[in-house]
């Protein structure tokens, strides 16, 4: 079959075309190539390569791990064209936005490539009379990592520069609808110089997710996703034995106190709305005013810079933003702005039925503005993944407070003032994992590490940076003693101190 993205499999590709399905174009609406839907007895040889890569690649020296994840940097950079433009096509994303999601990808890698200190251990000398004791870093094996469509490249190197630096082979399986950059991004790392088997990657459906999350020889599972699906993947990986991050929804709310610099807060707000459609599991889609006039004012200015924003196809790089992914996600994201509006919220901003020319059969939807909306509706308390910026007016900062503590989802949240006493009690109290002041889209850097709070995150560990290590790694500590030369002692019975 043509135009087939198959799988990556031992260092070879694979096509496994017995069920396909069609990759999208977004920004047009058509469909140009079909991706590969791998069966088991697929996903299975792929966790047979890496299961074999496994001995060789455990006893590879850190420093030489690290020397193929540098060369890997390079090739991502001077590949960089080529990655975008595979985003775009299967994304919608526009190429300035996915040149930037690519670099905070590589940030991983650059994270990554610092293994060797990563992985020192610790030792102490002399814990007792000629005793000493010392720990290490020791890698768990086969380990997968389940991704989605949003950030088709970077995501993923959320999770297998480290698990490969740590001494693990690795299975990916990446969105099938939007798998192409992420296939181009593992065959790199084979130009890189990493071994076959040591990083495959799988096309596919919940097939393969089972087939990963029930395989005993797999030992990790990795996710980012949905809530409702962050939950499967983590009650039944956990269920067969297996360590499990799972990176679920979110509902990110950002305070506007009464002092805040109007003008510049508005453009935060709109970049952190509407960038990538808002097709981000850190895009602010609640904003909450604080005051009697706040709101009013909000509203206008937001609603005034809108009017400039640009939505069109990928490969214009004057335009803001791009189509959503699907046909069936643009009328999910059309339903909930219309029964907002049923329910009591002003649409101050109408995304819907928005055209592009010479793409009209393209998935858009344009940025959306909604005022007056309250906690019981449903556009407030569902994620809905789009290009579109709620408004929530209070009284008083403690109210906005509970309203984000009362949401189910803890992702990311922010505060918009020049009060430092104010930010301060904000940070230190809200109940959510990544908090920013003054800055919309706290995402932490490569080498902090990346998570929400409540039905935000399942598991222990957050994603990438040290957790990221602890995650793909399990300690094992010695304690070791060459007692002298003829020395003999009895028995004792104490507990050692």
């Not at 260092?11 to 140009?32: H, M």
């Not at 389940?146 to 190197?157: D, E, K, L, Q």
């Not at 983590?234 to 805040?260: F, S």
């Not at 949240?413 to 959510?432: K, L, M, N, P, Y």
Request: net charge negative; glycine share 10%.
């Amino acid at each position: 079959m043509n135009n087939v993205v198959g799988h990556f499999i031992d260092g070879k590709l694979i096509e496994d075309t017995e069920r396909t399905q069609s990759i999208f174009n977004p920004s047009t609406g058509g469909s140009e190539r079909n991706v590969a839907l791998a069966s088991a007895a697929t996903t299975e040889l792929a966790i047979a390569a890496a299961q074999k890569a496994f001995p060789d690649w455990r006893k590879t020296p850190a420093i030489k791990r690290a020397r193929i994840m540098f060369r890997f940097k390079e090739l991502l950079e001077e590949n960089a064209e080529t990655i975008c433009r595979l985003i775009g096509e299967e994304h919608g994303k526009i190429s300035h936005d996915a040149a930037g999601e690519l670099q905070r990808g590589i940030e991983n890698v650059e994270f990554a490539c610092a293994a060797p200190e990563l992985l020192k251990g610790e030792h102490s000398r002399n814990v007792g009379p000629d005793i000493d004791s010392w720990s290490e870093f020791q890698p768990l094996g086969v380990v997968a990592g389940i991704t989605p469509f949003n950030f088709p490249a970077m995501v993923p190197m959320w999770m297998f520069p480290l698990a490969l630096v740590c001494g693990n082979t690795f299975i990916l399986k990446p969105s099938e609808r939007d798998p192409s950059a992420t296939l181009f991004i593992a065959k790199l790392l084979s130009e890189a110089g990493l071994p076959a088997g040591v990083m495959n990657v799988v096309n596919g459906d919940k097939t393969a997710v089972d087939t990963l999350l029930t395989d005993s020889r797999v030992k990790a599972v990795s996710f980012v996703g949905s809530t409702p699906i962050a939950e499967y993947i983590y009650t039944t990986a956990t269920a067969n034995g297996k360590r499990c991050q799972a990176l679920g929804g979110a509902k990110n709310h950002a305070i506007v106190m009464p002092d805040a610099d109007i003008d510049s807060t508005v453009n935060q707000l709109i970049g952190a709305a509407f960038g990538s459609s808002g097709e981000r599991c850190m895009a602010l889609s609640v904003v909450i005013a604080v005051g009697k006039t706040a709101g009013d004012t909000l509203v206008g200015k937001l609603s005034a810079a809108m009017a400039k924003l640009k939505v069109g196809s990928f490969d214009n790089a004057e335009n803001d933003f791009g189509p959503l992914i699907t046909a069936t996600h643009k009328a999910k994201v059309e339903d909930f702005i219309t029964g907002g509006e049923k329910q009591g919220a002003l649409v101050v901003v109408d995304g819907r039925n928005v055209e592009v020319e010479s793409h009209e059969s393209g998935f858009f939807v344009g940025a959306t503005l909604m005022d007056n909306v309250e906690p019981h509706m449903d556009s407030y308390r569902a994620e809905i993944f789009g290009p579109v910026l709620q408004v929530v007016r209070v009284e008083t900062m403690n109210e906005a407070m509970q309203l984000i503590d009362d949401h189910e989802y803890g992702n990311g949240t922010c505060i918009f003032t020049r009060d430092g006493e104010a930010a301060r009690f904000f940070s230190d109290h809200i109940q959510v994992g990544m908090v920013g002041i003054n800055v919309p889209l706290p995402v932490p850097v490569a080498y902090h590490s990346f998570g929400g709070w409540k039905r935000s995150l399942f598991g222990d560990l957050h994603a990438y940076g040290p957790d990221g290590v602890r995650f793909y790694t399990k300690r094992k500590t010695i304690t070791q003693r060459w007692p002298s030369s003829g020395v003999r002692e009895g028995v004792s019975m104490s507990f050692p101190s």
